[in-house]
């Protein structure tokens, strides 16, 4: 099983990057996004449930967007009007069975993890 994040990169506040997170080897009930910066846990950002049940960290509400194509197997994080205090490296992790709502935002429910992509945003 791997996940391979892409999609990082600089960007000025107020622009727009989309993340990708492919998975390979099996399909996921649930999927999230964390981001970390240096000497910091790692965040919770999004998450989903199968294709619909979306969760959203207060800091990114409203701003970004998780979905996913089941046919390509990607999970994918849109990200839009976008401040310096996003500024981190992006990891996607994915859990087999379905997660359970109070878990969604442990780093500790998702089983796999992708290896991060670094997201600039400059003021």
């Known amino acids: 099983v791997q996940l391979q994040a892409s999609g990082g990169g600089l960007v000025q506040a107020g622009g727009s990057l989309r993340l990708a997170c492919a998975a390979s080897?099996?399909?996921?009930?649930?999927v999230a996004w964390f981001r970390q910066t240096p000497g910091k846990e790692r965040e919770f950002v999004a998450a989903?449930?199968?294709?619909?049940?979306?969760t959203y960290a207060d800091s990114v509400k409203g701003r970004f967007t998780i979905s996913r194509d089941n046919a390509k197997n990607t999970v994918y994080l849109q990200m839009n009007s976008l401040k310096p205090e996003d500024t981190a490296v992006y990891y996607c992790?994915?859990?087999?069975?379905?997660?359970?709502?109070?878990?969604?935002?442990?780093?500790?429910?998702?089983?796999?993890w992708g290896q991060g992509t670094l997201v600039t945003v400059s003021s």
């Open positions: 992790g994915a859990k087999s069975n379905y997660p359970i709502t109070s878990a969604l935002r442990l780093v500790a429910t998702y089983e796999y």
């Open positions: 989903l449930r199968r294709s619909r049940d979306n």
């Open positions: 080897g099996r399909t996921f009930n649930g």
